[in-house]
């Protein structure tokens, strides 16, 4: 059987967590894959599920302790759903601000340097100086809002 290429960002995250002292054991492997190649933030029992048909051996707890390790390098950021479980996605490589959807989950980053202007000013009419923020947006994607239009019943 042809081993499947591994994926760059993974290839990449496995450099930086050995530099940082990390073993990189077949169950690591299968989690940074899967993390990597999402297009979509996943949940860590997502992530245990995905990871375990790939690996075995995998336990719930390697999954919270990859993570725990990627978030330390900021390789990873977490996406605070509405009343719901946190999920991971992989970190850009610029300051950038989520919007996801609140029905399928997709999501999609991007700049927003006048929304940045505008906490600076606030933090100045404050008196605080904003050194960081994390900006996301929760609504429903266009394929979501045109799923949810056709059900609805006509008045």
């Known amino acids: ?3 499947k290429p591994q994926n760059l960002i993974s290839q990449k995250w496995e450099i930086l967590l050995s530099q940082a002292g990390y073993r ?3 169950p690591r492997r299968a989690i940074l894959d899967i993390i990597a190649e999402s297009c979509r933030p996943l ?3 997502e992530i245990y599920d995905l990871a375990r048909a790939r690996s075995s051996g995998i336990g719930l707890v390697t999954v919270y302790r990859t993570i725990e390790k990627l978030e330390e390098l900021h390789l990873v950021d977490h996406v605070h759903h509405l009343g719901e479980c946190q999920t991971v996605f992989r970190s850009s490589d610029h300051h950038q601000h989520l919007l996801i959807c609140t029905n399928c989950g ?3 980053y991007f700049d927003g340097l ?3 202007e505008q906490f ?5 009419q404050l008196g605080y100086e904003v050194t960081g923020h994390w ?3 929760a609504g429903l994607c266009e394929d979501c809002q045109k799923s949810h239009n056709s059900k609805k019943v006509p008045e």
């Open 43 to 45: 949940t860590p029992v």
């Open 135 to 137: 900006l996301q947006l």
């Open 120 to 124: 600076n000013q606030i933090g100045q």
């Open 106 to 108: 997709t999501s999609c």
């Open 114 to 116: 006048e929304v940045e």
């Open 1 to 3: 059987m042809k081993k």
């Open 24 to 26: 990189i054991t077949q």
